[in-house]
């Protein structure tokens, strides 16, 4: 495969353009494939099966093109190499401590509530059921759909065993979440570098289910965004818009409002980098099975000292056997023109 690899980075050239000599100087991992949709250079995507069915999965592959898990494959931190290679005028050098990889699940403005696939193995994306039907955000007025790009952290877990000492209640079983607040809309199983800024502790139905507060480090206006406070300068409204949208998403469908830790405050970077800590910690703890994960699938293909490690044959024999039936997908178009009016 090493010796491949000018091969391939010069094929991948000709397709997009760059001169065969520049390709050959690109670090691996540039040149990745390009599948139904194209996430950043190290990874892409495949989709199988009908989008908006119940059907529908979008798995991960890696540059050499073998299948992998998003939720333990992908790694938590951006490598300090990688980071180099990010044009300095949209990031310090002391930010490289705080970038971090994030998949992203929804992008802004759409509707249809996907997630990360916790229980499948190799977890790929699928949008979430409710009593058997595909689930969509409400529409709540001003706001369209999901009103960031959202997603996750890789190589985490909230731990629904385990009490948060600050919120008083256990974490909601999956990895963390991620609203990301820069100015261009990305795609589903998009894999891109961000920088923490903060942290809102949501209390959904007992449980604690951090969101972080992050921006694209490819954003124009990366460059000016280094902690909570520097949202409310440079993007007014947005946090209040955000602790809105958690508050109420769930009243259409008859629930009642969502609560918050810390009376709804957003807390800064410092300690949002300290939940991320732990939320890691407890990801090792349930990959090297020293915890127990109930229905969590644990199968990865990169964690070789994993006891729930398995090898690229193996993983894309998993793929391959996942059967799809022929179902039709649902109009998405008719959840985008609900609109629901909230008074307070």
């Known amino acids: 495969m090493r010796a491949l690899l000018p091969l391939l980075r010069t094929n991948w050239a000709r397709r997009v353009g760059v001169p065969a000599a520049t390709a050959a100087r690109l670090p691996r991992g540039a040149n990745a494939g390009h599948g139904p949709r194209r996430a950043m250079a190290l990874y892409r995507t495949e989709e199988r099966g009908q989008p908006h069915s119940p059907d529908y999965r979008l798995y991960f592959k890696n540059v050499a093109g073998h299948y992998i898990s998003p939720f ?9 190499k990688e980071a180099n290679g990010i044009p300095t005028k949209r990031a310090r050098n002391d930010d490289y401590e705080n970038l971090f990889n994030m998949i992203v699940e929804v992008p802004r403005w759409t509707n249809a509530k996907m997630e990360i696939a916790t229980e499948e193995p190799l977890n790929p994306i699928k949008q979430d059921l409710k009593d058997g039907k595909l ?4 529409n709540i007025f001003p706001h369209k759909g999901y009103i960031w790009n959202y997603g996750a952290l890789p190589q985490t877990w909230e731990d629904p065993s385990r009490k948060d000492k600050s919120t008083d209640c256990c974490g909601d079983n999956d990895p963390i979440d991620v609203c990301e607040v ?11 570098r961000v920088k923490i800024l903060g942290i809102l502790a949501l209390i959904d139905q007992g449980e604690t289910d ?23 300068k440079y993007k007014p409204g947005y946090l209040e818009a955000t602790l809105n949208w958690f508050r109420f998403y769930k009243v259409p469908e ?8 810390f009376n709804g405050e957003f807390q800064n970077k410092a300690f949002a980098l300290e939940v991320i800590k732990s939320t890691h910690e407890c990801w090792k703890a349930l990959l090297m099975e020293k915890c127990d994960g109930g229905a969590i699938n644990c199968t990865n293909v990169q964690i070789c000292d994993s006891p729930f490690h398995c090898s ?3 993983a894309r024999s998993l793929v391959e056997s996942a059967s799809f039936s022929p179902n039709k997908g649902s109009n998405e178009e008719d959840t985008d023109q609900v609109w629901h009016f909230l008074g307070k």
């Open 210 to 232: 951090w969101k972080l507060i992050a921006i694209n480090v490819n954003d124009p206006e990366a460059s000016k965004f280094h902690d909570i406070d520097d949202v409310r």
């Open 135 to 138: 689930r969509y955000v409400a």
């Open 72 to 80: 333990h494959d992908i790694p938590l931190k951006v490598d300090s």
């Open 312 to 314: 690229e044959e193996e």
């Open 182 to 192: 820069g100015s261009k809309v990305l795609s589903r199983g998009d894999v891109i």
């Open 254 to 261: 008859g629930k009642p409002e969502n609560q918050f830790a």
